[in-house]
């Protein structure tokens, strides 16, 4: 048992998941119990940047040429998406009188990313209009999503039998920061010798109010809801399963009348500072005349008022065989909306070492990614649980090709 | 020490705490080659010409104007008409009884001005002044009364009335004008001769008779100055007059060059005689002169005789004067005028001869002048720009200021790279140019450009109608040193030569300019 023990301290896990919310299922198996505890995680997964490059961009002084080089020549085309999720959360839950009901309750600080960028645009961001000159950049189809908000909720979990949940929770959602930007269609051109650029712009843009900036600041308020069950059934023989069904932050935010809109579609050609007479050539570029020029296409449109927007939430199956001991298999799939996720499958193989300890691997096809593989253990006793994970496994192994990043932690302390 | 559940919660709030003490991300500084444009304009010559030099025809060919007027001569030179003053008075050598109402001083006078050999007989006041003075010791009011015979207007003759008290004196201004005054005296014969009458008595207000006492005085100071006339009669006399003009010219101040070639013109110089007397003017000489290097001029008219019949009197005061003109023409076949405005002068210089009435009195006294129509010699210059040149030197220093931008010196980002100069040269015309930095005292920082460059010239068609534009681009080398000045600098200076490129002579049109585009071509830091 101890070696068995060893093995598992190396991977602490049980379960993998990866491209699975961040949000744990904590609110079933209470047995009867009060409890508390805390969730977090982090998901970062793309398939088209790699590891090698976020790094060199996140953690070095300089980005490599070469990094960069390589790193724009794998890039697709049209859309290379990145996604980021990122939540803690301290959660409990109070038994009543010692039976199947719980009163639960959530406060988490979480945040949401996602962005689509067509290869140009990389290209155009890092290296520069100059390798373009005499040639039109096409960035249409760049869009990035930056979401962060806190949720305080609280509800209602039921455990009619021992492997058997059911719960729900809402929230009071606090949106702090808001920045999403879509541009439909933008080219530009760079001439020849640099003496015109051309720019065409159709998009929108959408900010939070930018005098009120920090962590938990009030630009916004919504509802949440979290809400699942766990069955056991059986299927196969007398093979016993496990079903699982969780939707997290089903809800919106409405960001208040202080958050920027604007639509703008405009044409701006860029020749530089018209000077009629040279003996006053200072006066003359006094202002910011590109700026003006583009604004030009932006103030007519451009509001600041109430926002509706859906919360980035996501639902998930999984089906799980339950033993105690020996190998275990499973699948499932994930889905998320307003989040540009694709949706997201997955097969898994475990062992339970015993009631208490157990090991899965994950192999799974979707999401931000397409194939990716992760590692998820636990620790189960009567009245501790912890649970840890590694997502995007591929890209740690093959830093160079793949990227992306995930884990998370989750413990929780059940008493009487 | 056992763990109770409540030291579970606390460390975990702890925790999640913490996790808001997270370090801030930050990402890696990489550099970023960006080409975009800052400025553009165009240079066109007619800009800068000023408007009074300058003209622009129909077929948009530049013309350098000039006008000068190199002579007049007018009434005031031909005839002043000198200030002149009559003092009398009436002094009471023995005490007499003597009524009021009654003059006891009439003196009725003829003054003669000395106008040389002008004999007058009419002249019309344009504008004048009269100033009296009268003293009276006598113990009762006296009247009065001075009159110009000579002096009319609408029929009625000049004359004023003054009562000047008991032991008192008294000052009064008049004037002339609009009076038309006959100068041929009483008996008519005569030229330049004012009529004039004065006379006092007891006023007639008085009531007794006045005993005059030994040695009472009356005096009378009668000025008359400032008279201008608006038309005069007579014989003007035989006058002769030089003149020697000199006329300063900064035309050529600020465009030194080595070489100018003029190839067309339209000089005239026009003498225009509005007197009515018989002129003859000659033209000694015209010269141009560059800080000393005259240029005399060459042409028929040179140290001849030009005689001017007398203008025509219309007798209407619309247009009172049939002027007499003649016009002579410089062109470079007939004189070298040319090479007076290569020299670049700075100076013209004339000297003129003017004889009136070379003749003498043939009109028999009916010479006649009115105010504003002169007898002038002016010079009209045109010289249309089909010019050729070398080494035509220009230099334009204009204000510079680097504005910093308002979140900081963004230039630090800059690591290298160049300021580039599009320059489509519409001109035929070739320049080579420099740059220099300079700072508010007028020292020289740097020089934008390694060395002075060449600025390819545009090619005239044929006919000079048109120029096909040269493109020439030059790349002002960046750098951190370099920015450095420029932020330093208040001012640049810009020195040009220009050479034309035609085979001969090319045309300087008002349409033509050169186009001027500035990129920045740079390698930039995306952090500093």
Sequence with gaps: ????????????????????????????????????????????????????????????????????????????????????????????????????????????????????????????????????????????????????????????????????????????????????????????????????????????????????????????????????????????????????????????????????????????????????????????????????????????????????????????????????????????????????????????????????????????????????????????????????????????AVFGNYAGGSAGLTFKYLFQ | MKISQYHLIIVLVLLILGSGCRKELSIAEWDVDVVAPIAFGSVNFSNYTDTKNFSIDNGKLLHVIASETLLSLGLDTLIGIPDYSIDTGFFIPISISYPPGVPFFVQKEETKFDLKDVELTFVEIRDSKIEVFLENTIDKPVLFTYSIYSATLNGDTFSIEERVEANDTLHRSFNLNGYAMDLRGEDGNGYNTVVTFIQAMIHPDETQNHQFQAGDQFNIQNTVTNVIPEYVVGYFGSQTASFNEIESVDLFDAVPFTRLNVTDFNVEMTIDNGIGADLELKVNQLSSSNKGDRVDLEHSIIGQSMKFTRAINLYDRGNPVKHIQRKVLFTDENSNLDALLENRPDQFFADLFVDVNPLGNVSLGNDFAYYGHNLTASIELDVPLIVSTTGLFLTDTFAFNYLAPKDGNQLDRVNYGSLRFILDNGYAIEARVQFYLMDSLGMQLDSLLVAPTWIAGGTESADGLTVVPARSILEVPVNQARLGLMEAATEIRLETMLNTTGIDSIHVRSDQKMEFKVVADLNVSTQK
Excluded at chain 1, 4 to 14: D, M, Y
Excluded at chain 1, 25 to 42: D, L, P, T
Excluded at chain 1, 199 to 205: A, D, F, K, Q, T
Excluded at chain 1, 332 to 341: H, I, N
């Design chain 1, 1 to 396: 048992m101890s070696g068995r023990l060893l093995i598992f301290s190396c991977f602490f896990v049980s379960m993998s998941m990866a491209q699975s919310p961040v949000q744990h299922r904590f609110y079933a198996e209470n047995n009867g119990k009060s409890s508390v505890g805390f969730s977090s995680g982090i998901n970062m997964t793309t398939a088209d940047f790699s590891n090698k490059f976020i790094k060199n961009l996140l953690m070095d002084k300089e980005l490599d040429r070469g990094v960069l080089s390589r790193e724009i020549d794998r890039l697709d085309e049209s859309k290379n998406r990145i996604g980021i999720d990122y939540e803690i959360a301290l959660k409990g839950s109070w038994n009543i009188k010692s039976t199947a009901h719980n009163i639960i309750f959530s406060v988490s600080d979480g945040a949401h990313f996602h962005g689509s960028f067509p290869m140009e645009a990389v290209d155009l961001m890092f290296s520069g209009n100059k390798k373009f000159a005499g040639d039109t950049v096409d960035v249409s189809g760049l869009n990035v999503t930056g979401i962060r908000f806190q949720q305080m909720g609280a509800g209602w979990a039921y455990q009619p039998g021992l492997n058997t949940s059911i719960y729900g929770l809402v929230s009071i959602v606090n949106g702090e920061q808001l920045i999403q930007a879509d541009v439909n269609r933008a080219k530009l051109y760079t001439s020849t010798l640099g003496d015109t650029l051309h720019l065409n712009v159709v998009g929108g843009y959408k900010q939070s109010d930018t005098g009120n900036v920090g962590f938990a600041r009030g630009n916004g308020l919504g509802l949440g809801l979290n809400f699942g069950l766990q069955a056991p059934f059986q299927a196969i023989g007398s093979t016993q399963w496990m079903l699982s069904m969780d939707v997290f932050n089903l809800g919106f935010i409405q960001w208040n009348k202080k958050t920027i809109q604007f639509d703008i579609d405009t044409v701006v050609t860029w020749t530089g500072v018209e000077i009629p007479d040279l003996d006053h050539i200072d006066e003359q570029f006094a202002d910011n005349q590109l700026a003006d020029s583009l604004l030009e296409g932006v103030n007519s449109a451009f509001k600041k008022t109430r926002l509706n927007q859906w919360l980035p939430g996501s639902a998930v199956f999984d089906i799980m065989q339950k033993k105690d001991h020996g190998f275990v298999l499973g699948l499932g799939t994930v889905v998320r909306w307003k989040a540009d996720f694709n949706p997201f499958g997955y097969v898994k193989a475990g062992y339970a070492f015993s009631e208490h300890i157990g090991l899965q691997s994950q192999i799974g096809y979707g999401g931000y990614v397409h194939l990716q593989v992760g590692l998820d253990a636990s620790l189960r006793w009567e009245s501790m649980h912890f649970n840890i994970y590694l997502r995007n496994i591929e890209a740690m």
